[in-house]
Structures are given as structure tokens and as C-alpha cells.
């Protein structure tokens, strides 16, 4: 059985300028949990979550929370998908969550070596480091998996989280954000990756803009920076959104 240990996480408050908040949230990680170093991605198709399908949870809770075309209203979980023909998207709200000036809370898929078991609605704390592409270094995020990655892992020889980002490229799904937001064909940006400005954003549907700047306003422009990740429980807040939770 799977052992938990209390971590309070002590971080700052001044973010942008402003105060933001003074929430200082305990991360409770599992004893036992999936952990290693991993690449990092982005992503926004779109599409109806991998794990908004009730046959890929394996949990009691969920699955998670799909949406119509809206973003908002919550479909049926027997919705085919607006990428394949059907009418069902990501949520608006599964966007990125700032809780202070180094900690935030989303959504991601991800694509591992070798996973231990069904990793849907399982949540990781993902530590950055710097990179190639800027230093994201003192920054973390709570995640949970919400969808399966593959077309950003390293021929499959890297571990890889990919997370949910409007504006972060449509990746192979280029119907979803078209059909649900009359988006360009290859999405907004390129394809893969999305948009390369702050200003870039702009484009987006107003719905999706702040979750887009997310990169720039927490992540300091930083683009695929490497990581460390371990298993944690999932914070209430990101169960209350998603609607779904490991067992």
C-alpha cells in the first residue's frame, strides 16, 4: 500500500508586479509513486480528452469532464469527439491555474517508457529546470492527466509530459480547434509548438488567451524545458475542475 508524505511547499507571493497570492499548498507525495526526469511539451488540440472515455480510467471518479462546443457545457461521456467528426472538446477550464509566483496547477498528457499502470487522472509535481530554450528553474506544476501524449515524445526513448496550453500547437489533431473555434488549419502558430509571441495569444478566442500567456507570464517564454516529475495526490481544485481522481 502506497505510503503518503505532507510536503508544504513554501513559495512566493509577488507575481508580475502584484501580489497574487499567499497560498502556500501542501503537496502530498505517494511513497512508491512514478517519478524520474522527463522532456516537456505543449500542447492545444482541442479534442476530446483520452481520459474523458470511461473504458481508459480505471478509477470510480470520473472520467474526465469533456465539453460542447461552448467550452463550457459538459457533454455526454458517449461523445464522439469534435476531432473525428463529433461534438465533444476540452473543457475551457482545463487550462493552467497560477497559485503563486512559482506554483501552478494544470492539465497534461504524456507519454512514459514504460508506465507502471493506467495513468489517467493520475497528478505529477513537475519541477523545471533550465534549458535550451530558457530557464524555467524555480517553477513547479501539479498536473493530472487528463489525455495520452505520443507525437511529442522522442521516439518514444524519453519520457514525455505534454502540457495542456491554448495556443501550444494542435499537433496531429488539426480538426478540433477548427471545428470548435474556427481556428486556421494548422491551428494558431505552428502546428506544432502554436504561437512564438506573447502577442500571439491575441489571436486566440478571448476564452483561451490567459491560459495561452500562461507561458510567458509563469513560465518565463520558456519553451520544452527538461523536468523531474513525481507522483503526488491530486489537489481538490484540480478534481473539482476535471471531475475525475485516481483511487
Do not use: H
Amino acid at each position: 500500500m502506497k505510503v503518503l508524505i505532507v510536503l508544504t511547499i513554501w513559495l512566493g507571493v509577488v507575481f508580475c508586479g502584484s501580489v497574487i497570492s499567499e497560498r502556500k499548498p501542501e503537496i502530498k507525495k505517494v511513497v512508491g509513486g512514478f517519478s524520474g526526469s522527463c522532456t516537456t511539451s505543449r500542447y492545444w488540440d482541442c479534442c476530446k480528452p483520452t481520459c474523458s472515455w470511461k473504458g481508459n480510467t480505471d478509477t470510480d471518479v470520473g472520467p474526465v469532464k469533456a465539453c460542447s462546443a461552448d467550452g463550457v457545457t459538459v457533454s455526454d461521456e458517449d461523445t464522439q469527439s469534435g476531432c473525428v467528426g463529433g461534438s465533444s472538446y476540452m473543457c475551457n477550464n482545463q487550462q493552467s491555474i497560477v497559485i503563486n509566483s512559482t506554483l501552478a496547477y494544470g492539465f497534461a498528457a504524456a507519454v512514459f517508457k514504460t508506465p507502471p499502470e493506467n495513468m489517467c487522472c493520475t497528478c505529477f509535481l513537475v519541477t523545471f529546470q533550465k534549458g535550451e530554450w530558457g530557464d524555467c528553474s524555480g517553477k513547479q506544476m501539479v498536473v493530472q492527466l487528463t489525455n495520452t501524449g505520443g507525437s511529442s515524445s522522442v521516439n518514444g526513448t524519453e519520457d514525455n509530459i505534454e502540457i495542456g496550453m491554448p495556443g501550444g500547437g494542435v499537433g496531429y489533431y488539426t480538426e478540433g480547434c477548427k471545428t470548435q473555434w474556427n481556428a486556421p488549419d494548422q491551428g494558431w502558430g505552428d502546428q506544432y509548438g502554436g504561437v512564438t509571441t506573447e502577442d500571439g495569444c491575441n489571436d486566440l478566442p478571448t476564452q483561451l488567451q490567459s491560459g495561452c500567456k500562461f507561458r510567458w507570464e509563469f513560465l518565463n517564454g520558456c519553451s520544452n524545458p527538461p523536468a523531474t516529475f513525481e507522483q503526488v495526490v491530486c489537489p481538490q481544485e484540480i478534481v473539482d475542475i476535471s471531475g475525475c481522481k485516481m483511487d
